[in-house]
């Protein structure tokens, strides 16, 4: 008994390292179960999926859990550079086995064990591996050519989807075309699909129909993909209660506030979006993960809302919804860009420059935008060093970076400010 009671005071140890390590850096902490899979303390409602992602999987037995939220893989990236080179990984076996806690141990035991899994346990996985950005080994793991049948195991659509929308992400920093065929087919074929299973069907069809919209399509074809969009949605709507219901029908009408935006039609959008928001707001979470999920569509419904206000022009409706959002997912730093966006379009650098600096706190996926409007705002009113210091701390993370250099040239001609733009100067990259 005295050896395996050692090695897991040594595992223990090890974890608590690891966790004091990440715990060093407040963005890193609030962040960390992309990191080591380590228990959420406080954090974004992206974060907290995935440990209601982790507890899905450990549990079979539990209800599944798909969240609609997903982060580009350069939101790892950023993630990296401040955990530490160590974790700029890109498949979980990649990660140092000294940096493993227990959960993530346990992820890459499972990964080896993939061919032996059953669909259920794959598509657990996939899931989770989705939701923590590691999309590189859903391609490896997942076959890409995918046909569906009546004797097929029903959950082959959904790791089929899973891949594309793994795909779909990777491509999204090289991508050149608004709507790229490529890339979409798989979502395509998913849609077109009869015998699919109906949440499926339904997500793919979503996909589909608001990245036609986003390309700007014609009228008609984004008209055509609008009807597909309903009858996969009578199918869910028909299979689904409470709850599951309910969500499955604000995604619908957020979905189909495109349509009309498409054809210049802005009551028939106002109207359309207030249901989606109306249904995300009457959801009645039961759970903990449920509570998760509502979170999630009310803020993509109050995103969607904000960018709706902007284009009616209405500055005022679009920083109420703005702030709704901070209220909603007080975590994440891309909710307080938007808010500052909207404050800087109103000219009110001062709220502008607050919800700015509040996103540079939290850290990615928005910190680095933030830390740099901030600055922007500091130096609108006329507070030089704080927007000095910003765009150093800009720079020095992205030496590359042309703006916030640009921006410390551009400061007054006093002396340690001439020094930090002899600084400036002497690094430049061509």
């Keep these: 008994?005295?050896?395996?009671?050692?090695?897991?005071?040594?595992?223990?140890?090890?974890?608590?390292a690891v966790s004091e390590s990440l715990g060093s850096r407040f963005s890193t902490w609030l962040l960390r179960p992309y990191l080591d899979l380590g228990r959420l303390q406080a954090g974004p409602t992206h974060a907290r999926s995935i440990d209601a992602g982790w507890q899905a999987y450990a549990d079979p037995d539990s209800p599944s859990f798909l969240p609609q939220r997903a982060l580009s893989p350069g939101f790892r990236v950023q993630l990296a550079e401040q955990a530490g080179a160590p974790y700029a990984v890109s498949d979980p076996r990649d990660l140092a086995k000294d940096l493993r806690t227990d959960r993530w141990r346990k992820l890459c035991q499972d990964l080896e064990l993939w061919p032996k899994l059953s669909s259920a346990r794959k598509c657990r996985l996939a899931a989770l591996l989705h939701s923590m950005c590691l999309y590189e080994p859903l391609?490896?793991?997942?076959?890409?050519?995918?046909?569906?049948?009546?004797?097929?195991?029903?959950?082959?659509?959904?790791?089929?989807?899973?891949?594309?929308?793994?795909?779909?992400?990777?491509?999204?920093?090289?991508?050149t075309s608004s709507y790229d065929s490529g890339t979409m087919s798989a979502f395509e074929s998913i849609a077109i699909d009869d015998q699919c299973h109906a949440p499926v069907r339904f997500n793919a069809t979503a996909m589909v129909f608001v990245q036609k919209?986003?390309?700007?399509?014609?009228?008609?074809?984004?008209?055509?993909?609008g009807k597909r969009f309903e009858i996969a949605f009578?199918?869910?709507?028909?299979?689904?209660?409470g709850f599951t219901a309910q969500l499955f029908k604000s995604r619908f009408y957020r979905g189909m506030g495109f349509l009309p935006q498409a054809a210049g039609n802005r009551e028939a959008m106002f109207r359309t979006m207030d249901i989606a928001e109306r249904q995300a707001r009457d959801l009645a979470p039961t759970t903990a993960a449920e509570e998760i999920l509502y979170r999630e569509n009310l803020h993509a419904v109050l995103e969607s809302r904000t960018k709706e206000a902007l284009w009616?022009?209405?500055?005022?409706?679009?920083?109420?919804?703005a702030s709704d959002l901070t209220r909603v997912d007080p975590y994440d730093s891309k909710a307080w860009v938007e808010l500052g966006q909207v404050h800087y379009l109103k000219g009110n650098w001062q709220r502008a420059a607050e919800a700015y600096i509040v996103a540079a706190m939290l850290g990615p996926p928005a910190s680095s935008v933030g830390r740099y409007m901030a600055g922007v705002c500091f130096s609108k009113l006329g507070l030089e060093f704080l927007a000095a210091f910003l765009f150093k701390e800009t720079l020095e993370i992205d030496p590359l970076g042309?703006?916030?250099?640009?921006?410390?040239?551009?400061?007054?001609?006093?002396?340690?400010?001439?020094?930090?733009k002899q600084w400036a100067r002497s690094n430049i990259r061509l």
């Design 234 to 241: 009578a199918a869910v709507e028909d299979g689904e209660n």
């Design 213 to 225: 919209a986003k390309a700007r399509a014609p009228l008609a074809e984004l008209d055509d993909w």
């Design 312 to 321: 009616l022009n209405d500055l005022e409706l679009a920083a109420s919804r």
């Design 1 to 16: 008994m005295r050896a395996p009671l050692a090695a897991a005071c040594m595992r223990d140890l090890a974890n608590l």
């Design 139 to 175: 391609l490896k793991l997942i076959p890409e050519d995918w046909s569906s049948d009546s004797d097929a195991d029903p959950r082959a659509a959904q790791l089929a989807f899973c891949r594309a929308s793994a795909k779909f992400m990777l491509d999204m920093p090289k991508r």
């Design 402 to 420: 042309i703006s916030s250099r640009q921006e410390i040239f551009d400061l007054p001609d006093i002396e340690v400010l001439d020094t930090l």
